[in-house]
């Protein structure tokens, strides 16, 4: 008997987790300048990663705090900024990309 209430309760207070979470997606923008260049960020990232495989591969770096990446195309380079930078130019094989967090 103990065991059916117990397991009734655990199956009430997961129906409750499960309807409570919120999920997310995130996308990532490319940053153009008004004229189509591609811009890179040129503020400070907060973390540098070498030998990054591609620009998803840098976007699956980018969590929690992350609001921004810059990916060096040709330096294999992945800049992580928990900030949006405050400066953008544009570089030789460097795009800037923006998080947005859809909920769903």
């Known amino acids: 008997m103990r065991f059916r209430i117990a397991v009734g309760v655990f199956c009430v207070c997961l ?8 999920r997310e997606a995130s996308h990532f923008q490319r940053v153009k300048a008004a004229n189509g260049d591609v811009l890179c960020g040129t503020s400070p990232s907060n973390k540098t990663v070498d030998g990054v495989k591609s620009r998803i591969h840098c976007a699956t770096m980018c969590y929690e705090d992350c609001t ?21 130019g544009v570089q030789q094989g460097c795009a800037n990309y923006q998080v947005t967090t859809t909920e769903f």
């Open 15 to 22: 129906s409750i987790a499960s309807v409570s979470c919120s």
């Open 68 to 88: 921004s990446i810059n990916f060096w195309k040709d330096a294999r380079v992945c800049e992580l900024f928990d900030y949006v930078p405050c400066t953008y």
